[in-house]
Antibody
Framework: EVRLVESGGGLVKPGGSLRLSCAAS????????MNWVRQAPGKGLEWVSF????????NYLDSVEGRFTISRDNAKNSIYLQMNSLRAEDTAVYYC??????????WGQGTMVTVSS | DIRMTQSPSSLSASVGDRVTITCRAS??????LGWYQQKPGNAPKRLIY???NLQSGVPSRFSGSGSGTEFTLTISSLQPEDFATYYC?????????FGGGTKVEIK
């Protein structure tokens, strides 16, 4: 079965940090670009970050640039999102997504991040 | 940044109705657009890729059209399982941007 499984979400105070992980199983990982997408409660979808298959190319949403860092470990079939200086407006479900440009797009089930004092 | 303007934001329709949702891009994105369906509590699912190609396993009542700046998702005969929220996504350039969503509700 093809799966992406996110973990690492939780409750954190404003200014705090969290590291999200996304592990791939049953799916070829190394050759694909990966993304993080988030969805605030009751709101629409928002792309957050991109990392190319080799990690050579990385992009961020302006509002997270300098606070979030995306990375991947192809040997572990995993990508990560290090989130620092968290704000209330970062509260959302975070999804990892395999390659929007490919014939098959795969989404994880999401992990909830709540930033609140 | 490319802005994706999706309309309507919501609609009420009956089973069997034909439904059309539109996304307009603020600049030419060729056909670098997908349409996604999301049901409450679930991750989105892509229905259409490259603006007009039906994703494998998606019913043929869904279709997409357009290129450049104007795109349309059509459901030819709405079924009970189609009541959901629909989003377009452009992947032509960063930052990737979604439309605001269209919630399709039962009339």
């Amino acid at each position: 079965e093809v799966r992406l499984v996110e973990s690492g979400g939780g409750l954190v105070k404003p200014g705090g940090s969290l590291r999200l992980s996304c592990a791939a199983s049953g799916v070829t990982f190394n050759n694909y670009d990966m993304n993080w997408v988030r969805q605030a409660p009751g709101k629409g979808l928002e792309w957050v970050s991109f990392i190319s298959s080799s990690s050579r190319y990385i992009n961020y949403l302006d509002s997270v640039e300098g606070r979030f860092t995306i990375s991947r470990d192809n040997a572990k079939n995993s990508i990560y999102l290090q989130m620092n200086s968290l704000r209330a407006e970062d509260t959302a479900v975070y999804y990892c997504v395999r390659d929007f440009t490919s014939i098959t797009v795969i989404w994880g089930q999401g992990t909830m991040v709540t930033v609140s004092s | 940044d490319i802005r994706m303007t999706q309309s309507p934001s919501s609609l009420s329709a009956s089973v069997g109705d034909r439904v059309t949702i539109t996304c307009r891009a603020s600049q030419d994105i060729r056909n670098d657009l997908g349409w996604y369906q999301q049901k409450p509590g679930n991750a989105p699912k892509r229905l259409i890729y490259a603006a007009s190609n039906l994703q494998s396993g998606v019913p043929s009542r869904f279709s997409g059209s357009g290129s450049g700046t104007e795109f349309t998702l059509t459901i030819s005969s709405l079924q009970p399982e189609d009541f959901a929220t629909y989003y377009c996504l452009q992947h032509n350039s960063f930052p990737l941007t979604f439309g605001g969503g269209t919630k399709v509700e039962i009339k």
